[in-house]
């Protein structure tokens, strides 16, 4: 299992690497055939004087399923880890508990990988939010501010083709309400969304 470790604006110390490692040391044990595994460190300072730590974590299967794992905090980074990983426990017993659809097991656990797998020891003190917890805290710091750069930050993304059967599998195992992703049937980008009234709602971009 690789480990990948990067920072924006914080700086990976040997200590602070060592201790990320090892608190991920066991994630293939309960998930078998983990691909490979991001942790991305950010750090902002608030224009309320408030440092912002957040520790993002992003799990690869080998047949293409992305778990993913956010905590954002003004705590200690290690805090942010050790809380950003017991939301990627909670977000593999989500993935090993998933039914396949007709046969599909690329978003589920397989019968083997469910054999392999160790159970997460003490799941239940887990927090069960799997939405960004601090949704809130940033509508708080960003209320009546005017920032003079309408976007923040860039992220390249990298889609791995998919039908839109799947790509609702993956959404649904992110935990997200809208998903963007490579329409392998139409070649073209497309945005799946959770509609307000139920069910899912697909934006396919047409040029002019």
Known sequence: MD??????????TDELDA??????????????????????????????????????????HKRGAI????????????????????????????????????????????IEELNLAEDIPNLEEF??????STADYYETQLEGEDFAVPIARRKDIVMAPMTEVEAIEQMELLGHNFFMFYNIDTKTINVLYQRGSGGYGLLVPLLP
């Open 19 to 60: 201790y990320t490692r090892d608190k991920l040391d066991r994630l293939d044990r309960y998930l078998p055939h983990i691909a490979d595994v991001r942790v991305d460190f950010d750090h902002e300072h608030t224009r309320r004087g408030e440092d912002l730590v957040s520790v993002q974590i992003t799990v690869r």
């Open 127 to 132: 927090t069960d939010e799997f939405d960004d």
């Open 3 to 12: 480990v990948i470790i990067q920072g924006d604006d914080l700086k990976i």
């Open 67 to 110: 778990l993913r794992a956010e905590e954002k905090t003004t705590a200690e980074v290690k805090k942010a880890v050790d809380k950003a990983v017991d939301k990627m426990y909670r977000q593999i017993q989500r993935f090993k508990g998933k039914r396949s659809r007709k046969g599909k097991e690329r978003f589920t656990a397989t």
